[in-house]
Nanobody
Framework: QVQLVESGGGLVQPGGSLRLSCAAS????????MYWYRQAPGKERELVAA????????NYANSVKGRFTISRDNAKYTVYLQMNSLKPEDTAVYYC????????WGQGTQVTVSS
């Protein structure tokens, strides 16, 4: 029943911007912390950002702090990742994840930053 569907990835030039979306269904979205992770080729999956159920708290990896913003719209059952000033090292598959005792993951969306 739980579904997480990422969208918004694509090819962008260094310095560009992109907004990712994660559409959630099958659970009480407003009750869960949501996360964005990413995984580059040959690298382990790493936490990018997190947001608490009512958007009171956010957390970011140092590598993206000041450039990325996580947000959510509980009425739309959607979590977003606004990515600005993109760098080639941001190239990865980006995944949405639900918190709680069991981790549900989306299928991921590819972000490629290249000139």
């Amino acid at each position: 029943q739980v579904q997480l569907v990422e969208s918004g990835g694509g090819l962008v030039q260094p310095g560009g911007s992109l907004r990712l979306s994660c559409a959630a269904s099958g659970f009480t979205f407003s009750a869960y912390t949501m996360y964005w992770y990413r995984q580059a080729p040959g690298k382990e999956r790493e936490l990018v950002a997190a947001i608490s159920p009512a958007s009171v708290n956010t957390n970011y990896a140092n590598s993206v702090k000041g450039r990325f913003t996580i947000s959510r719209d509980n009425a739309k059952y959607t979590v977003y990742l606004q990515m600005n000033s993109l760098k080639p090292e941001d190239t990865a598959v980006y995944y949405c994840k639900r918190g709680g005792q069991y981790d549900y993951w989306g299928q991921g969306t590819q972000v490629t930053v290249s000139s």
